[in-house]
């Protein structure tokens, strides 16, 4: 959203186990580190943000697993690649790889499974922990083991059975995603790539997608309690759309999409959603859920 000040400390971790190790190093200053993907879903706060920030910018590993019975944990050579008709169909994604960089790569082999990642930003460590997607499918559907920093500061791999993905959240709770192995299906270059396209063709005549926003702000609600209405939808039916704080602004194209026209601050955007979040819940009843990130700097 191109808001939000400084950190009090960046650490930019390079490999599993290095983020294994800043995570532990922030624990042991009595900090819970915060950890930053690409930020695509993300509100940071103005001003300086205390504490300890660990970046998985320089985790861009994405390979061909050779080995699979050693396990996510191995370091694998990158260099060795299969024939993409053998039976692998898989890759192993460090948390910093790109969600477009993923989905390019399996296009240039034909692989499906992600197309409905296409125009979705971010991260793969960020899509897995919030479990990105929409309408035509989100990671979870291809993910086969992730390798996370558990509670206990140990890099530790879970089956896809010991973990509970949800609609917008991969249930991984306060684990931290190193890596993950995904899983696909052989298809066609040609019509991985035509499929990715419509998905985004579609999704440009609803969304905003070229101004600066989070994606969208709420969570859709439970379509029993909001007679199947999404939160675009709610947001619109009260007649929000347009509302601007300073710079920020609700878009009139979709109601929960909010954007920086310029120079909004994060308060001007955390007011704006505040204020949605009121009239939709006097109007219609429906408390929205913030789907969206926030980091405060302060109480
Ligand atoms: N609509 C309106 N008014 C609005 C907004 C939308 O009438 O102000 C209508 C649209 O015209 C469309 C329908 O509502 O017919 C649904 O809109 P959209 O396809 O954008 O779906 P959504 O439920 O609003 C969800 C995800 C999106 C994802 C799309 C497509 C959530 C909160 N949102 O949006 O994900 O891109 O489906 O799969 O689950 C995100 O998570 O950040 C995100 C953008």
Redesign the pocket.
Same mark, same amino acid.
């Given at each position: 959203m191109r808001v939000g000040g400084r950190a009090e400390w960046l650490l930019e971790p390079a490999t599993p186990e290095e983020l294994r190790a800043a995570i532990v190093a922030a624990r042991e200053d009595g900090v819970e580190p915060r950890i930053l993907g690409g930020g695509a879903?993300l509100i940071i706060d103005d001003g300086v943000l205390p504490g300890v920030v660990i970046t998985t910018d320089r985790m861009k590993r994405l390979f061909r697993p050779v080995e699979m019975s050693a396990g996510l944990a191995t370091e694998l050579d990158a260099r060795i690649a299969p024939s993409p008709r053998e039976d692998g169909l898989r890759f192993v994604a460090w948390a910093g790889t790109t969600h477009q960089k993923l989905l390019t790569s399996a296009c240039e082999l034909g692989w499906s499974g992600l197309e $409905?990642l296409a125009g979705?930003p971010g991260h793969v460590g960020g899509g897995v922990a919030m479990n990105? $997607? $929409? +309408?035509?499918g989100g990671m979870w559907d291809q993910v086969e083991r992730v390798l996370v920093v558990d509670e206990r500061g140990e890099l530790v791999e879970l089956m896809r059975d010991q973990c509970s993905p949800t609609?917008?959240n991969g249930g991984l709770g306060r684990k931290v995603v190193a890596s993950v192995l995904l899983k696909f299906r052989l298809d066609s270059t040609h019509a991985v790539k035509q499929r990715a396209r419509e998905f985004l063709l579609a999704?440009n005549k609803?969304?905003p997608v070229s101004l600066w926003s989070? &994606?969208?702000i709420?969570?859709?609600p439970d379509p029993k309690l909001a007679d199947g209405r999404?939160? &675009?939808?709610l947001?619109?039916a009260v007649g929000l +759309?347009g509302t601007r704080i300073g710079d920020a602004e609700i878009t009139d194209?979709? $109601?929960?999409f909010f954007v920086n026209r310029g120079q909004a601050t994060a308060r001007d955007l955390l007011a704006l959603i505040e204020r949605a979040r009121s009239v939709v819940a006097e109007k219609t009843g429906v408390v929205l859920e913030n789907?969206v990130k926030v980091w405060l700097a302060g109480p």
């Open positions: 879903n $409905g979705v990105a $997607g $929409g +309408k035509w609609y917008r999704k609803v969304q989070a &994606g969208c709420f969570k859709n999404t939160a &675009g939808q947001v619109d +759309k194209l979709h $109601g929960n789907e």
